[in-house]
Structures are given as C-alpha cells and as structure tokens.
C-alpha cells in the first residue's frame, strides 16, 4: 500500500527566510505524480506545486521548489522569501498515474511565518 | 470558472439523524471525489466518480454513507444514523480524467464541517 510521510507536525521560519518541509513516501509504482497543497485557515486546499516522477528536473513555481528524490522516495518543499500569507498546513500527496482518483496525503505540517 | 462549490458550509446535526451534503464540481470536469479530514490531519479519501459511474470506495465509506452523481453533474453525499465520530471536514474535489490532458490535477472545495452532537 501506498503510504506518505510528513515528519515535521510543525515548522516556524522568519519573514523573508527560506523554510524547507519534508515528505517521504512509499509505493511500488514506478509512475506516479506528487503534490504539495496548502491549506489556510479558511480550510480551502490550494494546489502550490505538482512534479511528475517520470521528470527527473524539480519542478517550480515561483517562490516555491522542490527537492524530488525518486531512489530516496523524498519530495521536499522549499519556500524562498517566506512571506506571511505562507502560513498554512502544507500536505504533501500522492497520486499513480493510472492507479484510479485517490489522493494520498501525508498527515501535514503546519507551518508558521514570524514578522 | 466558480470553482469547487459545497454546501453547506456548516452542519450541525444531533446523533442517529440523517445529513446530506452537496458538492458542485467545475463545469468541464467529469471526474468527483469525496474525502474526510479529521482535525489534524490529512484528508482520506472516500471515493470517486467518473461522470456518473463510482468507480472507488473506500472502506471508510461503511453503509450508513451512500454517495450519488447522478447525471454526471454535482454529487451529494448522504449520511445515514448519525454517529459522533462521523465529526469532520467532508472535502469535494474535482478533475478532468487524467488522459483528458487533465494532467491529475484535482481541486477542491472549501468543504463542509459537519459536528455530531
């Protein structure tokens, strides 16, 4: 069974510092799709970053990146200026690409963003 | 595009009552899904529809849960003989089918708190 993995319950970094949140997962699938969503306060989860384990170059948007290691089963997210509405839970997630609809989510971090 | 719609928003029920919830997806999407997130962690997933065909349960989803789509639109997700542990957050989520260039993208909802007294 697929599973996902988020070590850090929480995270605190200072305005305009970068923070990096961990992921490890595990599956038998060699093609599959992670994830990093966000979820603010208001609870709506929001899509920040997607990579594709068959691209072996890190995906990113912006201010947001990833550190994919696919031998390692590692997919860490960084976060470069860290700016107050960064503050949220990010989950990490899994999908197979032909494994049918069911997202996998870690149990999340929360992160806090220090003026 | 509106986005992902649920209502209600809130729900307050008392033990042994039956609720339902409904999900709008996005207008081109053909695939819906329902998860369930307790306080403090990450959502489960419930299951999912490819237009109106579920094709997945989770066995979270016991008898008392029965989820429709029917016409491929919006889905609702009915609870029967509510139980205190039924609390939570019921997300809806929704995508293109994957080979539809969707690229498994799925976007979701602001969800339904639903609080069993």
């Known amino acids: 069974a697929q599973t996902v993995t988020q070590s850090q319950p929480e995270m605190s970094v200072q305005e305009a510092e970068t923070v990096t949140l961990s992921c490890t997962y595990d599956t038998s699938e060699s093609d599959y799709y992670l994830f990093w969503y966000k979820q603010p306060p208001s609870r709506q989860m929001i899509l920040v970053i997607r990579q594709e384990a068959y691209k072996q170059q890190n995906a990113t948007e912006n201010r947001f990146s990833v550190n994919f290691q696919k031998a390692a089963k590692s997919f860490s997210l960084k976060i470069s200026d860290s700016q107050l509405g960064d503050a949220a839970m990010y989950f990490c997630a899994y999908i197979a690409r032909w494994g049918g609809g069911k997202l996998i989510f870690g149990q999340g971090t929360e992160l806090s963003v220090k003026p | 595009d509106t986005g992902v719609s649920q209502n209600p928003r809130h729900k307050i029920t008392k033990r042994g009552q039956n609720v339902t919830f409904r999900c709008d997806p996005i207008?081109?999407?053909?695939?819906l899904y329902w998860y369930r997130q307790t306080l403090g962690q990450g959502p489960e997933f419930l299951t999912y529809?490819?237009?109106?065909?579920?094709?997945?349960k989770s066995r979270l989803l016991s008898d008392r849960f029965s989820a429709e789509r029917p016409k491929g639109s919006f889905s609702t997700l009915e609870i029967q003989r509510t139980e205190q542990g039924d609390s939570a957050m019921y997300l809806c989520?929704?995508?293109?089918?994957?080979?539809?260039?969707?690229?498994?993208?799925?976007?979701f909802g602001a969800g339904t708190r639903l609080s069993v007294l």
């Open positions: 989520a929704s995508s293109l089918k994957p080979d539809s260039g969707g690229e498994n993208i799925q976007y």
């Open positions: 207008s081109e999407h053909n695939r």
């Open positions: 529809f490819q237009n109106e065909a579920q094709l997945e």
